[in-house]
Every structure is written in structure tokens, then in C-alpha cells.
């Protein structure tokens, strides 16, 4: 009987010392917590008063800013738009001199060569020379077209034909006749195998 009181006593003295931990612990949690809030709450009233001292502050200044947005949006869109025709064109030149970059290697490796005839060599120089030669046309052609007001245009050429793109929603039958001549000009190509294409087209 006694061994059983012992016993009872050992486990309500154990759950009262587990009790008053969770109570502690408890009371803790809650003492840090609302320290924890006060500090976010004083925070947060200082951040929201900083930024109400700022907006009233500056909102003369947001109004003006907002204004020169409104007058100057139109020539915004309008200089993005030339920026990325410029861009196009620009790419468009360099795509064609990567690639005649890339044909002249290959004719310098056949014109270094130890293994073709003489007559391979001699061919390989030819078509080098003629590709230096259509690359001075394209610039001379580039370069009137601009003086002409087709500015930003690409001009390619082949031994009989061109193919030219120009900055323009559209061209009339007179830009496309002065285009054609300045061509004929500069190249021995037949105004037939020229080719003149806006670079978007008209609306």
C-alpha cells in the first residue's frame, strides 16, 4: 500500500514539474512575442511615417515627372522603333560579311594548297578578287543609296544580280527607278535582275 503511494506521489510530483516547464516555457513564448510585435509595430510606423514625409514631400516633383512621361512617350515609341530597324540592318550586314568572311578561308585554303593544280588556284583567286570587287560596289551603292535618303540600307550583290532592302514602309515607282539607276551605275546588272524590297512592310 505504501509502495503504491510512493508511486502515485513520484508521477504527480513528475507531471507537476512538467507542468510548470510547459507553463514557464509558455509565458516565455508569449513575453518574447509581444516583444518581437511592438518592435515590428514601432518599425513599421517609423517606415510608414518615413514614407509619408516623402510622398508629400515629392509629390510636386512625381506630378512634373509624370507629365514630361506623357509629352515625351510618343518620340520614345518612335526612337525604339528606328533603334530596332537600325538594329535589323546593322545585323543584316554583319550576317553578310560573316559569310563572305567564311567564303574567302576557303578560297585562301585552296590558294595555299599543295595538293591543286595551278588552274584551281588561279580560279580561286579570280572568285576572291570578284568578291572584293562586289564588296566595293555594295558600300559605293550603300553609301549613294544614303545620300539619297534610303539610309540604312543592304545592298547584296552577285556577278549578274542584287538584291537591296531599304528603310522604307513603302517605295514609289520614282524611288524604285532611282534606286535601279544608281545600281546600273556601279554594277554591269540589268535592271531586271534587281531586286528592291522595303524592310516591313506598309499598313
Avoid at 6 to 32: C, E, P, R, W
Avoid at 118 to 147: C, N, R, V
Amino acid at each position: 500500500m505504501k509502495q503504491i503511494f510512493k508511486k502515485n506521489q513520484i508521477i504527480i510530483t513528475t507531471l507537476a514539474v512538467m507542468i510548470a516547464i510547459a507553463g514557464y516555457l509558455n509565458y516565455s513564448g508569449k513575453l518574447f512575442g509581444e516583444t518581437k510585435s511592438g518592435t515590428e509595430e514601432t518599425n513599421a510606423d517609423m517606415a510608414n511615417k518615413e514614407l509619408l514625409d516623402i510622398s508629400e514631400d515629392d509629390l510636386g516633383n512625381n506630378e512634373i515627372a509624370s507629365n514630361d512621361s506623357d509629352v515625351e512617350g510618343t518620340p520614345g515609341e518612335a526612337v525604339l522603333t528606328s533603334g530596332s530597324m537600325e538594329s535589323t540592318v546593322a545585323q543584316a550586314k554583319i550576317s553578310r560579311e560573316q559569310v563572305r568572311s567564311e567564303n574567302k578561308e576557303m578560297l585562301q585554303s585552296i590558294i595555299d594548297s599543295t595538293t591543286v593544280s595551278e588552274e584551281e588556284k588561279q580560279d580561286a583567286i579570280a572568285q576572291m578578287l570578284k568578291m572584293t570587287e562586289l564588296s566595293e560596289q555594295e558600300m559605293a551603292i550603300e553609301t549613294l543609296m544614303s545620300s539619297k535618303g534610303f539610309s540604312d540600307a543592304v545592298v547584296n550583290l552577285t556577278e549578274d544580280s542584287a538584291d537591296i532592302v531599304v528603310n522604307a514602309a513603302e517605295l514609289t515607282d520614282a524611288n524604285r527607278a532611282q534606286i535601279e539607276d544608281i545600281v546600273t551605275r556601279k554594277t554591269e546588272i540589268a535592271p531586271e535582275n534587281i531586286v528592291i524590297s522595303p524592310i516591313h512592310a506598309s499598313e
